[in-house]
């Protein structure tokens, strides 16, 4: 029988993002079956499959509490996760940018505060020096309840900054300005880079989402960044099978954005090699458990 692995997406996408679809044939080239399936679908046997990657559930942040459930049943069933569960536990919450700060890793300036607390954002952002910042949810994609603000005006976001701590962490960083030039991510494949893209907001935006106007570019990028970009690969709980560094420069500096482990896209489409080196670090953990 030819193993099958779980490309786990949501039920807006059900066939999966059009950057994905490109793994499903590298997949086959090395004898696995690439399945698209709905991580909430009820009729999906997941024992059945011989390895799950976590792709595009990218609604997870807006059902927390049963997408955790779903994550927690697959590692209890010993499934084969790529991610590994480790690294997709550390990841799901972005607090994990506090813990690398601490390891020495180059990171944007994070407040990190805990869900349930009544922070005085203007206070912790002025103790900084910060003038504009940047808010989110700690569990979060695709902008998802982000918002760009002066600090002048954070009381008129309390109701929201509330609302987000109910059930969840918040974030606040500086807003870089540099962001106007873009922001970087660097794709690795079994901690081994393959290709890098400029993401640019529109003009007058700061988020580089599509959903936002956003562009993607392919850049060349030294061999000094890449090895920065390596060393936040290296610092999950485990060797990723794939992740997505993003950051920015800031005075001839990479400094760590986030590092996207979980179900970031990978712009396979980006380098003619990218879906088979995906495929191949997903057969790696396959064979290796067979």
Known sequence: MIPRVALVTCGA????????????????????????????DPAVD?????????????????????????????VAGRALLCNSGD????????????????????VVPTVCIARGEKPDLAALASARGWKEIVIKPS???GAYRTHR???DDAEAHAAEVEGILRDRGLLMQPFLAEIAEGELSLLFFDGV???????RPRPGEYRVQFQFGGTTETVDVDSTLVEQARVCVLAAPSLPVYARVDGVIK???FLLMELEVFEPLMFLSSHPEAPARFARAVHTRWSTRH
Do not use: C, M
Request: proline share 4%; hydrophobic share 50%.
């Open 13 to 40: 996408l059900p066939k999966l993002h059009e950057d994905d679809l490109l793994l499903v044939p590298a997949l086959a080239a090395l004898g696995l079956a690439g399945e698209p399936s709905v991580w909430n």
């Open 46 to 74: 997941w024992s059945s499959f011989d390895a799950i990657v976590i792709r595009s559930p990218w609604d997870y942040f807006e059902r927390v509490a049963e997408f955790r459930a779903w994550l927690q049943a697959r």
């Open 87 to 106: 690294v997709l536990t550390w990841n799901f919450d972005k607090g994990y940018l506090e813990e690398l700060a601490s390891a020495g890793v180059s």
């Open 139 to 141: 569990i979060s994609g």
């Open 149 to 151: 603000l002066r600090v």
């Open 193 to 199: 880079f393959s290709h890098a893209v400029r993401k």
């Open 251 to 253: 005075d001839g500096r």
